[in-house]
């Protein structure tokens, strides 16, 4: 059956977060001296980036909440070098919280791919960040122009993989799973909890594992379009 609406994941597919979250963390480095601990900006970045990708693991899987991320992180990235400063990594954290949703790096190729697909389908974003800072990237990004529809998971009350932050998306877009395609960069949460609930799949990545049934593999958004003509 003809696709007639797609969602898309934000952070990683279309909002570049690491190179967002690069540049704010590069900020903070210098703003709060943290050359005191850590060997360099780089070395900084990617402790955070660790801390980070295993907190929100334990979000996504509802054995942790959004302010435990938002408390959790820096304290950890700082204790990692023995600057134990809960003050420190709470001013860290706010100010992160505050300037990094306002960058507007976007991945190679999401401008172009948004103006192709708008006219021919409905879109919509699907994703497990907050609420309110993922509608300030929409914004500063100007993605917010191409998409009548944003689920997260504070909206659905649910985050991907389950069944619910996908079912509450084809509720506010009135569509039928077998007209609707996921496209996102995470195979458990984007690719999995879609293909779970029968959607066509698009998984944008550069691993070369192979893509389970039912979905499609990109490693360019570009690539989108011709897919699309597939299905």
Not at 154 to 169: C, D
Not at 185 to 214: F, H, Q, S, V
Request: proline share 3%; net charge negative.
């Amino acid at each position: 059956m003809p696709v007639k609406t797609i969602f898309f994941d934000l952070d990683h597919t279309l909002w570049d977060y690491d190179t967002n979250a690069r540049e704010t963390l590069f900020e903070i480095y210098d703003d709060f001296r943290l050359d005191r601990g850590f060997s360099s900006a780089e070395e900084f970045f990617q402790t955070y980036l660790v801390h980070n990708e295993k907190l929100w693991h334990l979000y996504n899987h509802g054995k942790i909440g959004r302010d435990d991320i938002r408390e959790r992180r820096f304290y950890q990235v700082i204790s990692d070098v023995g600057l134990d400063d809960k003050k420190m990594a709470e001013q860290m954290s706010d100010q992160f919280m505050e300037v990094c949703p306002h960058k507007t790096a976007v991945m190679p190729g999401t401008y172009e791919i948004m103006e192709h697909l708008k006219p021919v389908y409905q879109m919509g974003i699907i994703t497990n960040g907050f609420s309110d800072t993922q509608a300030i990237k929409m914004a500063k990004t100007g993605l917010d122009k191409y998409f009548e529809i944003m689920v997260t998971s504070e909206s659905a009350k649910a985050r991907k993989p389950s069944a619910e932050i996908f079912n509450t998306a084809l509720t506010e877009a009135r569509a039928q799973a077998a007209h609707v395609v996921m496209i996102g960069d995470n195979r458990a949460t984007d690719i999995g909890g879609a293909l779970t609930l029968g959607w066509k799949t698009i998984w944008y990545t550069k691993e070369e594992e192979e893509a389970p049934e039912n979905c499609w593999k990109v490693k360019h958004l570009e690539e989108i379009a011709q897919v699309m003509e597939e299905l």
